[in-house]
């Protein structure tokens, strides 16, 4: 089993950053890929972006490719989402999800999620 915290989420304006964080503890040791999705209310919850367990593929949707880098830091057994230039349409809750697989873009394939942090940018 593991657990995922994500933190990091708040308000912004149209182009500003914001870090998200996913922590993750229990079975650590074991290989994850874990991606990051996000759902806006009424919309179904979309991929965002993924990274493989040894940090060396990343996958991104096409809308936040230059803007959202994926990152895995080992020693915090942490996930981090840099998210850069953002845009009203970001506007979401974020959450984090590990998977035993490859990293992809199928929410379906994970079956570890987080409780999902708030995005909000204002225009």
């Known amino acids: 089993q593991v657990q995922l915290v994500e933190s990091g989420g708040g308000l912004v304006q149209t182009g500003g950053s914001l870090r998200l964080s996913c922590a993750a503890s229990g079975r650590t040791s074991s290989r994850y890929a874990v991606g990051w999705f996000r759902q806006a209310p009424g919309k179904e919850r979309e991929f965002v972006a993924a990274?493989?367990?040894?940090?060396?593929?990343?996958y991104y949707r096409d809308s936040v490719k230059g803007r959202f880098t994926i990152s895995r830091d080992t020693y915090r057994n942490a996930v981090d989402l840099q998210m850069n230039s953002l845009k009203p349409e970001n506007t979401a809750v974020y959450y984090c999800?590990?998977?035993?697989?490859?990293?992809?873009?199928?929410?379906?394939?994970?079956?570890?999620w987080g409780q999902g942090t708030q995005v909000t940018v204002s225009s």
């Open positions: 999800a590990a998977s035993r697989t490859v990293p992809t873009m199928t929410k379906d394939d994970y079956g570890y």
């Open positions: 990274i493989s367990w040894s940090g060396s593929s990343t």
